[in-house]
T-cell receptor, first 114, second 110 residues
Framework: NAGVTQTPKFQVLKTGQSMTLQCAQD?????MSWYRQDPGMGLRLIHY???????DQGEVPNGYNVSRSTTEDFPLRLLSAAPSQTSVYFC?????????????FGEGSRLTVL | GQNIDQPTEMTATEGAIVQINCTYQ??????LFWYQQHAGEAPTFLSY????GLEEKGRFSSFLSRSKGYSYLLLKELQMKDSASYLC???????????FGTGTKLQVIP
């Protein structure tokens, strides 16, 4: 099993550009989520999903969209990139959404917005 | 709302014991995670406490007091490879919002 796979690992964007961070898991986990990690801020929840067709907002959802058309995939879309979105993004999944199960993290996607 | 506090940095000596504290104020609290994160890497799971008390797992132990909103991670027989950030995270809500603290950067020195 590959676990949680994120692409791309590195990306540089110009302000105003749009892009999609891909996340896929092969563990048949119902729960998936996106976090961003900034120095001194810790991991902050952007969006999460408890199953295909269901998504909800986390702490910092503005400027990001998500969809969950399949159990495996949970892409994160930046609609119009801003320098404030420069960060490291982590996708995570869990088979019970963290009730008794651990979060499995992808390796991270390092995004720079110029 | 959610509020999780943990020290920013700690230093400890190889072979020693260190305790990393975490306090939380979380509505709809379900349980408390500890994760380890080495620089430039993804967090990895250490422990999850739901009930009050101490849970031991090898060199690492985690304690929870729900009434006090308090947890700690205890690392014994410290090794150089334990130098990392340790993230406290509270799980809450009907379907699991996991809120992280800012992390404690532990430096293990010879």
């Amino acid at each position: 099993n590959a676990g949680v796979t994120q692409t791309p690992k590195f990306q540089v964007l110009k302000t105003g550009q749009s892009m999609t961070l891909q996340c896929a898991q092969d563990m048949n986990h119902e729960y998936m989520s996106w976090y961003r990690q900034d120095p001194g801020m810790g991991l902050r929840l952007i969006h999460y999903s408890v199953g295909a067709g269901i998504t909800d907002q986390g702490e910092v959802p503005n400027g990001y969209n998500v969809s969950r058309s399949t159990t495996e995939d949970f892409p994160l879309r930046l609609l119009s990139a801003a320098p404030s979105q420069t960060s490291v993004y982590f996708c995570a999944s869990s088979d019970t959404g963290g009730n008794t199960g651990e979060l499995f993290f992808g390796e991270g996607s390092r995004l720079t917005v110029l | 709302g959610q509020n999780i506090d943990q020290p920013t940095e700690m230093t400890a000596t190889e072979g020693a014991i260190v305790q990393i504290n975490c306090t939380y104020q979380t509505s709809g609290f379900n349980g408390l995670f500890w994760y380890q994160q080495h620089a430039g890497e993804a967090p990895t799971f250490l422990s999850y406490n739901v009930l009050d008390g101490l849970e031991e797992k090898g060199r690492f132990s985690s304690f929870l007091s729900r009434s006090k909103g308090y947890s700690y991670l205890l690392l014994k027989e410290l090794q150089m490879k334990d130098s990392a950030s340790y993230l406290c995270a509270a799980c809450s809500g009907g379907y699991q919002k996991v809120t992280f603290g800012t992390g404690t950067k532990l430096q293990v020195i010879p």
